[in-house]
């Protein structure tokens, strides 16, 4: 769990992963220079809890990414799944035991679960769901779209020990983005589900939002042509090339190509595109990809 600032709603989120019916849950807290009270709350949590242990760390203050990075290089986090959590959702009872569920069918190779989520007000009032992705989850997909919120996923040990030792290496635009590309790259499998277990909330503070309506269709609009969707890739590709010996010959590949449809003439960018294989998940989604390597803003 990353916190910053979040004293307002973190108990909520607390008391749902109390109430989760998965027996043994430790808890990995990293605060990020709060001064609103959520050091004090999470201390509070920490001395009564009964479900395993509650560990509160200090970030380093620089921002929510490398927060959560600082929680996936943390050599003393080990267990079955891992799961990220933000602080101001709810989970609902089930969703540690639904994951797992899933996960175990993987066995000892690297497996990521995540799923849709029910959005909410910041009273708690249920407003929608995410938006339901029908496509494969996998690195054709990941090298271009992050389809799973972070406070929706689980990893097992094994998809968790990769992502440490790629988050080692690397820094990254966002942790969920980067598990998504790390497992798919790898080999390993992803679950998207379509049954949401995690209310979503949605309230200025919030640093990424929903992917629904029209005003998250212009902000990807505007990543995609006002140049933040090419510096996403930059980074990615940079990181995935710190790692490049734990990708796939297939996912490596897949990397060249598209790192030669963001340059050189227009059609062969559009070629190489193509020849990548790479694709979002709706229409409008596969259209702005086409668009941006058209004008040049892979």
Not at 61 to 76: C, H, K, P, T, V
Not at 116 to 128: C, P, Q, S, V, Y
Not at 161 to 173: K, P, Q, S, Y
Not at 222 to 246: K, P, Y
Request: contains cysteine.
């Amino acid at each position: 769990m990353a916190t910053y600032q979040g004293q307002r709603y973190i108990d909520e989120q607390l008391r749902s992963i109390e109430a989760q019916s998965w027996a043994d849950i430790d808890i990995w807290a990293s605060d990020d220079g709060s001064t609103d009270g959520t050091v004090a709350t999470l201390g509070c949590w920490a001395a009564g809890w009964k479900r395993g242990s509650f560990t509160v760390l200090t970030g380093r203050n620089r921002g929510f990414a490398d927060n959560f990075r600082s929680l996936l290089i943390n050599a003393e986090i080990d267990a079955d799944y891992v799961c990220f959590c933000d602080q101001d959702d709810i989970w609902l009872p089930d969703k540690t035991r639904a994951a797992a569920q899933v996960l175990a069918r993987s066995g000892s190779r690297p497996a990521l679960y995540c799923a849709r989520t029910i959005i909410i007000d910041e009273a708690g009032r249920e407003l929608d769901r995410s938006p339901l992705f029908r496509r494969k989850p996998e690195f054709a997909n990941a090298l271009v779209q992050s389809i799973g919120g972070g406070n929706t996923m689980v990893m097992n040990r094994a998809a968790h020990r990769l992502v440490r030792e790629a988050a080692r290496r690397t820094g990254f635009v966002s942790h969920d983005w980067f598990s998504y590309l790390m497992v798919t790259g790898a080999g390993g499998d992803v679950t998207y589900s379509e049954t949401p277990h995690v209310r979503y909330r949605q309230h200025p503070r919030n640093l990424v939002g929903s992917n629904n309506g029209l005003r998250a269709r212009a902000e990807r609009l505007f990543a995609a042509f006002g140049g933040r969707f090419s510096r996403w890739n930059e980074s990615n590709l940079a990181g995935l090339a710190a790692c490049a010996d734990l990708l796939t010959p297939a996912a490596a590949e897949t990397v060249e190509i598209f790192r030669s449809a963001r340059s050189g003439p227009r059609l062969g960018r559009l070629r190489s595109l193509r020849r990548s294989g790479v694709y979002r998940q709706t229409m409008i989604g596969q259209l702005s990809l086409y668009a941006a390597g058209l004008l040049g803003k892979l």
